[in-house]
């Protein structure tokens, strides 16, 4: 994954939760206070790539789609304001905690949700976020989904 070497970075780890939406709003907040550009990072694999259940194969998937469904995404989520400008959207293979452990190598801060998407994913509720809490080599800001009902997101119950 290409670096940045022209000033701070901030990354952001984005799977389409809304965790991770209000972790995306975070970091371009948080960049355009210190002056830093934002690495919106999308990771995939395929299904049985590290296990010995299955061979690794996904007929369904199109990375050039994802690619594309990521930068739609970051534009949904951030609207046509023009910090989307500092915003650069990476779609890496790898499992989630490691692709968002290497790309906030010499980043200024690591931005997730505090959960992400999936099925049994839900069951170990915030897993990439705590790997990347215990093992990152930078600050690390884990983000609750935002509570105002107008983003779509679950409000807290009372």
């Known amino acids: 994954m290409d670096r940045h070497d ?19 709003r975070w970091a371009v907040r ?7 550009s934002v690495d919106a990072v999308a990771a995939w ?17 199109d990375e050039e789609q994802a690619e594309r469904g990521l930068v739609e995404e970051v534009r949904d989520v951030l609207g046509q304001s023009g910090t989307t400008s500092r915003v650069h959207e990476r779609l890496v293979r790898g499992d989630p905690a490691e692709v968002l ?11 997730v949700g505090s959960r ?3 099925g049994f994913r839900r069951a170990l509720l915030g897993s990439v976020s705590h790997q990347c809490a ?4 930078c600050p690390v800001v884990i983000v609750r989904p935002e ?5 779509g997101d679950e409000p807290l119950p009372s």
Do not use: Q
Not at 6 to 24: E, F, K, N
Not at 30 to 36: E, I, K, N, Q, S
Not at 147 to 151: A, H, N, R, S
């Open 101 to 111: 452990l290497d790309a906030a190598e010499g980043a200024e801060a690591l931005v």
């Open 30 to 36: 948080y960049a355009g206070l210190v002056g830093a």
């Open 6 to 24: 022209t000033g701070s970075r901030i990354v952001v780890g984005v799977d389409g939760s809304p965790s991770s939406h209000a972790a995306l």
């Open 45 to 61: 694999d395929l299904p049985g790539a590290r296990s010995w259940s299955a061979p690794a194969v996904d007929t369904d998937f």
């Open 116 to 118: 992400g998407r999936g």
């Open 147 to 151: 509570t105002d009902g107008g983003k």
């Open 134 to 137: 215990i093992h990152a080599t």
